[in-house]
């Protein structure tokens, strides 16, 4: 572990693309062994923004907060958006499979769970920073959620 200090100094970016890769190339390369050896393959794996977002604050907090606090909202999915982002720019450069999967559950049993405008605003920039890389790559980008997604899947088609 490290103290938070140097994590604050630390920048951002390929700095902590840096950090990430440290740690996760060397999973990844022993996944790959191991599937390997089964005729597997690794399909890379990240947690949307949005879930994550929602996950770190609690449901409520956060849907108050996209009204009450909409910098705070931001700022959080910054720190979750980047993070997956990281995650898919190592996994692009490493992959078992040329696919990644995004989990975001944006929607419920009666359709999506935020308003249209909050998501094209605040998750579609975000998710573009975690599908960029993979796509670059020439692989695909699977986006996934729950629920009845209906007529907002060809507004969000990344």
């Given at each position: 572990?490290?103290?938070?200090?140097?994590?604050?100094?630390?920048g951002?970016?390929?700095?902590?693309?840096?950090d990430?890769?440290?740690w996760?190339?060397p999973?990844?390369?022993?996944i790959?062994e191991?599937?390997d050896?089964?005729?597997l393959v690794?399909?890379?794996?990240?947690e949307?923004?949005v879930?994550?977002?929602y996950?770190?604050?609690?449901m409520?907090l956060?849907?108050?907060a996209?009204y009450?606090?909409p910098?705070?909202v931001?700022?959080?999915?910054?720190?979750?958006?980047?993070?997956s982002?990281?995650?898919?720019?190592?996994?692009?450069?490493?992959?078992?499979?040329?696919?990644?999967?995004?989990?975001e559950d944006?929607c419920g049993?009666?359709?999506?769970?935020f308003?249209?405008d909050?998501?094209?605003?605040?998750?579609l920039p975000?998710?573009?920073?975690?599908?960029?890389?993979?796509?670059k790559?020439?692989y695909k980008?699977l986006?996934?959620?729950?629920?009845?997604?209906?007529?907002?899947?060809r507004e969000?088609?990344?």
């Open positions: 572990m490290r103290p938070v200090s140097l994590i604050k100094n630390k951002g970016g390929d700095a902590i693309t840096n990430v890769k440290e996760y190339e999973v990844i390369r022993h790959k191991v599937y050896q089964y005729d690794f399909v890379g794996g990240v949307g923004p879930t994550d977002a996950s770190y604050m609690d409520e956060f849907a108050m996209i009450d606090a910098e705070l931001s700022h959080v999915m910054d720190c979750t958006g980047k993070f982002a990281y995650l898919s720019r190592v996994y692009a450069e490493n992959a078992s499979a040329p696919i990644l999967f995004m989990g944006i049993s009666s359709g999506p769970i308003s249209p909050f998501l094209r605003r605040q998750a975000r998710w573009r920073w975690i599908k960029d890389p993979v796509k790559k020439g980008f986006f996934h959620t729950d629920g009845r997604y209906g007529a907002a899947l969000y088609m990344l």
